[in-house]
């Protein structure tokens, strides 16, 4: 059986690989475990696939748990802005508000 980490990392490395650009994963994703991006990586997915930017939840412990568990894609988000590369995750985020949404409303 496939652990979480590990799965994590071939979805990293798959996507490093369709990108088509010179980018290791720590410079597109935050850590190895998870798929949230860093500055960098929100700004090359962006140009490369479709983004939906959205007001972000409030950035705390509980909430940056709640997005490991809901995203099987990767996301960005800082104090500023939550960006989200699918659009059923971006509809239900902007029907239910992002917070709404990562609380499961």
Do not use: C
Not at 74 to 91: G, R
């Amino acid at each position: 059986m496939v652990n979480k980490s590990q799965e994590i990392q071939k979805i990293q490395t798959k996507i490093i690989d369709l990108i088509k650009i010179e980018l290791t994963s720590k410079i597109v994703f935050k850590n190895g475990h998870t798929l949230r991006l860093t500055k960098t990586g929100e700004r090359v997915l962006s140009k490369v696939y479709d983004s939906y930017s959205f007001e972000p939840p409030k950035l705390n412990g509980h909430n940056l748990i709640n997005l490991l568990r809901k995203m099987r894609y990767p996301y960005y988000i800082d104090k500023k802005k939550l960006v989200l590369f699918t659009e059923q995750d971006s509809f239900l985020a902007k029907l239910a508000g992002a917070q709404g949404w990562l609380d499961g409303k």
